[in-house]
């Protein structure tokens, strides 16, 4: 099979609807593009030189020119999967492309997934992607651990597959279209991700399940490079942005503590001048040596993992935390002069009616600046 085009998808729900107000307002219609479907573009490109995305979190996809592509590429998480599959069945009964679905979504339902496409990638797919095209480009078949497919109404796998070790490759953000052009909207900010996998085991997380317990990291100076990279895509037009912040997207940045530490040294040595938001177990609220470097190297932000405010509700779901380390751990983050946003869920067999009320009244009285709150059911 000759490969000459590749298209990457990354599906909306909903998708991407032009409002003045999203130039201001943070909005369902606009969102930030998924930074691991384009680090596979980014890999892809190398291999193939006509391979785009389109995100439907900022832009309409150009179906011409998808439908020309001899791969289709879908990634999707679990809130855009009927979105993603009615793209991918749209492609299957108007073009010839082989469409390939991946992304955690596809990795923890596999057999659903099948059902809508050639092929599943399962796991991270930084470099069984290429051993992919690999197969198709020589006419053979997909042997490699990590794939897929329904064969005959029953669905047949290649196993599991190893998790990738280099993980340094930095994004090219160029190769999302319209994202440029998107990029001034104050509702969309660089991001970038340092780290993956995470060594606790919350009962309610997918983290562990798609990218392991092991902790893999890039090197400082590659993290250092991909957010220089990304504040000047941000940042680099006629009429300057307000919102001025970069969000480290790690689900768990300082769990290896050592490399958090000369991450944050490199960006304070670096000419890097900027603001940064960043994600965290309370646990971090108990180091001072940490919190110092954040705060020397611009972090006004970290938005900490508090999920719950009753210790029963801890102990139901393997959460290694408790209510009054929680509420210490906030106030010594805002001592150092960094702001503590709220990642709370509802919804445990633990609540009961009132929840909302008291979540609240946590939130004003520790001055928790911004929540976000999502249901477990």
């Known amino acids: 099979m000759q490969i000459r085009k590749i298209r990457f998808i990354e599906p909306g729900n909903p998708p991407y609807r032009r409002l003045l107000r999203n130039l201001w307002t943070y909005e369902e219609h606009l969102r930030n593009p998924s930074i691991g479907l ?20 900022i832009s309409y996809i150009n179906w011409d020119d998808v439908l020309d592509a001899d791969i289709v590429f879908l990634g999707m998480f679990s809130f855009a999967a009927p979105r993603g599959y009615e793209l991918a069945e ?21 057999e659903e997934a099948a059902a809508h496409c050639d092929y599943v990638l399962l796991g991270e797919a930084d470099e069984s992607i290429l051993e992919f095209i690999d197969c198709l480009e020589r006419d053979v078949p997909v042997s490699f651990p990590g794939v897929a497919w ?16 280099d993980i340094n490759t930095i994004p090219n953000r160029d190769l999302i279209f319209r994202y440029r052009k998107m990029a001034g909207h104050n509702t969309l900010w660089p991001q970038v991700h340092a780290s993956r996998g995470c060594p606790d085991n919350c009962d309610y997380c ?19 490079e991909d957010i220089r990279q990304a504040i000047a895509f941000h940042d680099d037009r006629p009429i300057p942005r307000l919102t001025k912040a970069l969000w480290v ?10 490399w958090a530490l000369s991450v944050l040294k490199a960006i304070i040595a670096s000419d890097v001048r900027y603001r940064f938001t960043i994600q965290a177990r309370y646990e971090v609220g108990f180091d001072d040596e940490m919190l110092d470097l954040l705060k020397r190297a611009g972090f006004v932000e970290l938005a900490m993992g508090i999920e719950f405010m009753e210790d029963e509700s801890f102990a139901l779901h393997h959460k290694k ?28 067999d633990t609540h009961s009616p009132g929840i909302g009320e008291r979540l609240a009244a946590f939130v004003e009285e520790h001055e928790v600046r911004g929540v976000l709150i999502q249901s477990m059911y």
Request: positive net charge; glycine residues 8%.
């Open 38 to 57: 384009l680090t596979l573009t980014t890999i892809v490109k190398d291999r193939v030189e006509d391979t785009l995305m389109y995100s439907e979190s």
């Open 90 to 110: 749209k492609i299957r009964a108007n073009s010839s492309a082989c469409v390939v679905i991946g992304g955690l979504h596809a990795s923890l339902n596999v």
């Open 150 to 165: 329904l064969h005959e109404g029953a669905l047949t796998s290649t196993g599991k597959r190893l998790a990738p070790q």
């Open 206 to 224: 997918v983290i562990i399940q798609h990218f392991g317990r092991r902790v893999r990291t890039r090197c400082p100076e590659n993290i250092v």
């Open 249 to 258: 997207t790690d689900d768990n940045f300082f769990a290896d503590r050592a």
């Open 321 to 348: 935390s408790r209510r009054d380390d929680i509420i210490r751990a906030i106030h010594n983050i805002q001592r150092h002069g960094i702001r503590v946003r709220g990642l709370f869920m509802m919804g445990a």
